[in-house]
């Protein structure tokens, strides 16, 4: 599967059915090549128009399915809520 596959399917957690977004970026092990986090926007601030400063940092463990059109997750949402890292 590829980032662009990934990247065309909502993230859903499945403690609470909870819709957290698309994939936007992954983080993996470059020796191994294995996927290591999923990366999505965190919640929008007024309605979007301000965008996200925050994003959701998965672990791959945490993953309970890749389905045709979605992932399921299992995670308690704020836990894995952390500021945006900008690279420069």
Do not use: T
């Not at 294995?34 to 601030?45: A, N, R, T």
């Amino acid at each position: 599967m590829r980032l662009c596959d990934l990247r065309q399917k909502e993230v859903i957690n499945s403690c609470d059915c909870e819709r957290l977004g698309y994939v936007c970026d992954i983080i993996f092990d470059c020796c191994s090549g294995k996927i290591e986090k999923l990366i999505v926007p965190g919640p929008c601030h007024l309605w979007g128009f301000l965008g996200h400063d925050q994003e959701y940092v998965i672990p791959f463990h945490c993953i309970v399915k890749i389905g045709p059109d979605v992932i399921l997750v299992n995670i308690n949402a704020k836990e894995f809520l952390f500021p945006c890292q900008l690279d420069l």
